[in-house]
């Protein structure tokens, strides 16, 4: 299994943006799948947005057009540009890996996004 790191997380106004990074311990070249779930105080884990090496990208609808998921190969690593930032976006930030979408097998810490109105 690969061990992922994110980091990026923080404060940030309404309207405001932030890019979250996921660092991976190995190359990520043949890593399936990626991703990215959030979790909000006293509600269920959901998916934000995933990657594959084909390319392949799907968001949230609550996302869509506002937050861009990407991967840098050569840097292991896994990114979430998140941008026009909602307070109804505060939540842990996980980073995810797996063989194929939704068959996740490794999880990073999770970074807090707080998001103020």
């Known amino acids: 299994q690969v061990q992922l790191v994110e980091s990026g997380g923080g404060l940030v106004q309404a309207g405001g943006s932030l890019t979250l990074s996921c660092a991976a311990s190995r190359s990520i070249f043949s890593i399936n799948a990626m991703g990215w779930y959030r979790q909000a105080p006293g509600k269920q884990r959901e998916l934000v947005a995933t990657?594959?090496?084909?390319?392949?990208?799907s968001y949230a609808g609550s996302v869509k057009g506002r937050f861009t998921i990407s991967r840098d190969n050569a840097k292991n690593a896994l990114y979430l540009q998140m941008n026009s930032l909602k307070p109804e976006d505060t939540a842990v930030y996980y980073c995810t890996a797996g063989v194929g979408l939704l068959l996740w097998e490794s999880w990073g810490q999770g970074t807090q996004v707080t998001v103020s109105s």
């Open positions: 990657i594959t090496t084909g390319g392949s990208i």
